[in-house]
């Protein structure tokens, strides 16, 4: 019997790209389920715009392909495009213009528009219509990119960090309305962020790129729980790690071995008490000290979560302190 399910929003397959004869993204392969709202993770230079330029069509890959809603992006239809919003790095509007003239502005390009929405998305804000653009704070510019990428009821919202350089009290406004609006029509959502605070709020996948490799790509909360920080103290000077499974880097503290592990267990745990430690404390980490720890032990040698049961292998080498 076949199966008739449409076909995941997000495919992208052996996607590459190089500038200057430098790899900025390898071979990316991750698929985005539909209804997932999906955190882009990775430090500045990871290749993570990169990759989304290449998602919206901006920028055409050396090698690979990227499928959205079921339609190559190199020759998507103008139909499919109108069902997938895209909001920015930095919220651009047309600065002369008034909010009441960018919405109608904009409103003509699409076939489905729900004006309702977007009043209901400025209200909540509280923008006048005859506010110009170019007087709006950061905050309220991304309020407005927020209405206008909600009205044509888009299957698909690619949102390139859209809290940067906002301040706590309207990031939390954005993400709330954003929440409100992924739980009443179900939208899949693919974001990038550097505010780790955000993922962990709205995420339930998350991607993690390390140079140019996507080095994880599974459940937000099994990345979370899986790394673990093992504080490893000695009566005097440590000795040097022999490694373990699952080793993300370790290093000298004083008297203490800082480890860094994915997957810690019995078989870890072995190796370290072999080495006649005075205590052993194994430390849970919330989403921003896992991202931290992990991205920043060695570039070549990090665990990789494998989609297909998120196991991680590899080893790491030393950090000093």
């Known amino acids: 019997m076949s199966d008739n399910s449409p076909p995941d929003p997000i495919i992208v397959q052996h996607l590459s790209k190089s500038y200057d004869g430098k790899w900025v993204v390898k071979d990316l392969n991750f698929k985005v389920p539909a209804g997932c709202v999906y955190g882009f993770l990775g430090r500045n230079g990871a290749g993570k715009s990169t990759t989304i330029k290449m998602l919206t069509g901006m920028v055409c890959p050396d090698n690979g392909s990227v499928s959205l809603l079921g339609e190559d992006v190199a020759t998507m239809t103008p139909e499919t495009r109108a069902r997938i919003a895209y909001m920015a790095e930095g919220h651009p509007l047309y600065s002369w213009m008034t909010i009441g003239q960018i919405v109608k502005f904009v409103r003509p390009f699409y076939k489905n528009w729900d004006q309702f929405l977007v009043d209901q998305v400025l209200d909540h804000f509280e923008l006048s219509r005859q506010q110009k653009c170019g007087r709006l704070s950061k905050g309220q510019q991304a309020q407005v990119s927020l209405a206008l990428a909600m009205a044509p009821d888009p299957e698909l919202l690619i949102l390139d960090d859209p809290t940067l350089g906002l301040d706590t009290v309207v990031r939390r406004d954005f993400l709330e309305a954003l929440i409100q609006l992924i739980q009443s029509r179900g939208r899949t959502i693919f974001f990038s962020s550097h505010v780790l605070g955000d993922v962990e709020r709205v ?23 899986s790394v673990r920080r093992v504080v490893v103290e000695f009566s005097g000077e440590p000795p040097e790690f022999p490694g373990c499974d699952g080793l993300v880097s370790w290093r000298r503290v004083g ?23 005075r205590w052993v404390d194994v430390v849970e980490l919330n989403l921003e000290d896992t991202f931290i720890e992990y991205t920043r032990g060695s570039k070549r040698s990090l665990p990789l979560f494998v989609r297909e049961n998120d196991r991680v292998d590899g080893t790491a080498v030393e950090r000093t302190a």
């Open 203 to 225: 995420a339930t996948r998350i991607g993690v790129m390390v140079n140019g490799v996507l080095r994880v790509d599974c459940p937000m909360e099994s990345f979370r729980e």
């Open 255 to 277: 008297v203490s071995l800082e480890l860094v592990v994915v997957n810690w267990g019995a078989a870890q745990q072995q190796v370290v008490e072999a080495m006649g430690p």
